[in-house]
């Protein structure tokens, strides 16, 4: 098992940087793919980005460009570097973990961008 503890959320204007972290509560040597995902009410959650042990990373059309997916694995933590924030990407985000093809999510922390 692997907890996921998000932070890093807040209320920024547009055009504003915001930087997400993903702390594990175990190491995540071993956990092939990471990830951030984001929800709105109603809607269903969507990739943001995602990162691989070796270092590929995989981003949505939405985002490329302005948002960036990192992790250290010594710290057992992933990062989500977000800047040029848009109104659109208020939701709250959330990290993934597979592990034993078994999934693990944290709490979620809300962003919220101010037009």
């Known amino acids: 098992q692997v907890q996921l503890v998000e932070s890093g959320g807040g209320l920024v204007q547009a055009g504003g940087s915001l930087s997400l972290s993903c702390a594990a509560s175990?190491?995540?040597?071993?956990?092939?793919?990471m990830a951030w995902y984001r929800q709105n009410p109603g809607k269903q959650r969507e990739l943001v980005a995602a990162?691989?042990?070796?270092?590929?990373?995989n981003y949505a059309d939405s985002v490329k460009g302005r948002f960036t997916i990192s992790r250290d694995n010594a710290k057992n933590t992933v990062y989500l570097q977000m800047n040029s924030l848009k109104p659109e990407d208020t939701a709250v985000y959330y990290c993934k973990a597979r592990l034993n093809y078994v999934p693990y999510w944290g709490q979620g922390t809300q962003v919220t961008v101010s037009s």
């Open positions: 990162i691989t042990s070796d270092g590929n990373t």
């Open positions: 175990r190491s995540i040597n071993s956990i092939k793919t």
